[in-house]
T-cell receptor, first 113, second 109 residues
Framework: DTGVSQNPRHKITKRGQNVTFRCDPISEHNRLYWYRQTLGQGPEFLTYFQNEAQLEKSRLLSDRFSAERPKGSFSTLEIQRTEQGDSAMYLC???????????FGPGTRLTVL | EDKVVQSPLSLVVHEGDTVTLNCSYE??????LLWYKQEKKAPTFLFMLTSSGIEKKSGRLSSILDKKELFSILNITATQTGDSAVYLC?????????FGKGTKLSVKP
C-alpha cells in the first residue's frame, strides 16, 4: 500500500501520560500535515512540514504538543501530559507540492481517560 | 478569522434523488477549494477547484467555484446508498486547509 500510513490506529491512555504518533507520508511527498478532528467537526489544522522544516503551527498546538520530521520522511506528533480534551482523531496528510491536493492517512484515534 | 461554512449540516434523501451541498468561505490568501468524502475513516479527495465558473465532474459528482461570491457547490445526481457519508469542504490558504463542519448525507434505499 503506497498511501499515507499512521501508527498506532488507536491509543487509549490515562490523563497525564505522554503519547507519540507516527505518520509515514506517500513516498516523495515533501509536504506533511497534521490535523485533529473531533466528533461532528471538520479536521482542524495543527502544523505542517516542508521536508524537515516545520513551516507553520496553529494556535491549537499548545506547548504540550510537539511535532518532528527529522529526515524529511516520516513524522512524529507527541503530546505530553495528556488531558481529556486531547481525545480526538489525529490525521496526517501529505502532498507533493503546496498547490496539490492533500492525501490523508487513516488517522490515530486517541482516547484519554 | 478564516472560516468555512457548509450547509445543510445534514440531509436525508432517497436513492435516485439529486442533492446540492453548499460551501461558503472567508479565507485570507485564498488559493483553492477542495471537496472530500469521509466515511468513518480518513477523508478521501474528490475535487480541487481554483478557477471560477469551471465545472469539474467525476461520474455523478460535479462541483463549481464562484470566487466572486466566495462559495462552491457539490452536486450529486442519481444518489445511491453508497453516497452516504460526510462531505467536507476545505479552503486552502498558504499551505494548510481550513475545513467546514461537513454535510452528513444519508441516502435511503
Amino acid at each position: 500500500d503506497t498511501g499515507v500510513s499512521q501508527n498506532p490506529r488507536h491509543k487509549i491512555t490515562k490523563r497525564g501520560q505522554n503519547v507519540t504518533f507516527r505518520c509515514d507520508p506517500i513516498s516523495e511527498h515533501n509536504r506533511l500535515y497534521w490535523y485533529r478532528q473531533t466528533l461532528g467537526q471538520g479536521p482542524e489544522f495543527l502544523t505542517y512540514f516542508q521536508n524537515e522544516a516545520q513551516l507553520e503551527k496553529s494556535r491549537l498546538l499548545s506547548d504540550r504538543f510537539s511535532a518532528e520530521r527529522p529526515k524529511g520522511s516520516f513524522s512524529t506528533l507527541e503530546i505530553q501530559r495528556t488531558e481529556q480534551g486531547d481525545s480526538a482523531m489525529y490525521l496526517c496528510a501529505s502532498s507533493p507540492r503546496r498547490a496539490n491536493e492533500q492525501f490523508f492517512g487513516p488517522g490515530t484515534r486517541l482516547t484519554v481517560l | 478569522e478564516d472560516k468555512v461554512v457548509q450547509s445543510p449540516l445534514s440531509l436525508v434523501v432517497h436513492e435516485g434523488d439529486t442533492v446540492t451541498l453548499n460551501c461558503s468561505y472567508e479565507v485570507t490568501n485564498f488559493r483553492s477549494l477542495l471537496w472530500y468524502k469521509q466515511e468513518k475513516k480518513a477523508p478521501t479527495f474528490l475535487f480541487m477547484l481554483t478557477s471560477s465558473g469551471i465545472e469539474k465532474k467525476s461520474g455523478r459528482l460535479s462541483s463549481i467555484l464562484d470566487k466572486k461570491e466566495l462559495f462552491s457547490i457539490l452536486n450529486i445526481t442519481a444518489t445511491q446508498t453508497g453516497d452516504s457519508a460526510v462531505y467536507l469542504c476545505a479552503a486552502r490558504s498558504q499551505g494548510n486547509l481550513i475545513f467546514g463542519k461537513g454535510t452528513k448525507l444519508s441516502v435511503k434505499p
